[in-house]
């Protein structure tokens, strides 16, 4: 009976593993787009930040019409200097679109329905 509840946990583990994964994948993707949202319309924006060390960052901070480059810890922000615009490279920023995600989601579901 031991080794039949100790293979009943394992399965349920197998199961459940890849919800929890696709229900994490999802509440970043929702914090991610919610963020960028909340964003919009104001005069402050982090265009880029780089991981430099473990809690050691450098941004670039758009403050109106001026760009800055500074460094962050965790207790502190320094601004190094500010940019010249022809300095810095703004990425396009392509929006989520939600039937080519839908897709996708769907077709993962798929494959995972067909390897259960």
């Given at each position: 009976?031991?080794d ?39 005069n ?49 920023l ?23």
């Amino acid at each position: 009976m031991s080794d039949l509840t100790f293979w009943a946990s394992v399965a349920k583990l197998i199961l459940a593993l890849p919800v929890v994964v696709l229900l994490a994948y999802l509440s970043l993707r929702m914090t991610a787009s919610v963020s960028e949202r909340s964003g919009k319309g104001s005069n402050i924006e982090v265009l880029e930040k780089k991981v430099l060390h473990k809690n050691q960052f450098l941004y670039i901070v758009k403050a109106g019409q001026a760009f800055h480059l500074m460094a962050g810890t965790e207790h502190s922000m320094t601004l190094i200097r500010t940019l010249d615009p022809e300095e810095v490279k703004i990425p396009e920023l392509k929006a989520l679109d939600s039937d080519k995600f839908k897709g996708i989601l769907t077709a993962a579901a798929a494959k995972l329905g067909r390897s259960a």
